[in-house]
């Protein structure tokens, strides 16, 4: 069973960092993609940074690019998504999402999604 594990989320001022981990069991973790996606409050889920790990291409949403920084640790089957300069808009519930690479790169899985989803970790950031 493939299962998705979000730690890491918090409180943090404006300007703060914070870093996010996506423990993935239940598949062969070098065969996946893993991305980061978030919704905040009256808004639609989107993601904002996903990596393939077959490869290593990332894709990052023009709102974290710069800020956010997508890795992945094969070895032990976690990915994390390193967040600086938090913003309040950047608020949301980030969800952790999984799929099988098959011909799909980083960006067409941010924006399409993934079969596989973690229950999610709450980020507020206060002004």
């Known amino acids: 069973e493939v299962q998705l594990v979000e730690s890491g989320g918090g409180l943090v001022q404006a300007g703060g960092s914070l870093r996010l981990s996506c423990k993935g069991s239940?598949?062969?973790?070098?065969?996946?993609?893993i991305g980061w996606f978030r919704q905040a409050p009256g808004k639609e889920r989107e993601g904002i940074s996903c990596i393939t790990n077959t490869d290593g291409n990332t894709y990052y949403a023009d709102s974290v690019k710069g800020r956010f920084t997508i890795s992945s640790d094969n070895d032990k089957n976690v990915a994390y998504l390193q967040m600086n300069n938090l913003q309040p808009e950047d608020t949301a519930v980030y969800y952790c999402?999984?799929?099988?690479?098959?011909?799909?790169?980083?960006?067409?899985?941010?924006?399409?999604?993934?079969?596989?989803w973690g229950k999610g970790t709450l980020v507020t950031v206060s002004s």
């Open positions: 999402g999984g799929d099988i690479v098959a011909g799909w790169n980083s960006t067409q899985f941010c924006s399409n999604g993934m079969d596989y």
């Open positions: 239940g598949f062969r973790f070098d065969d996946f993609a």
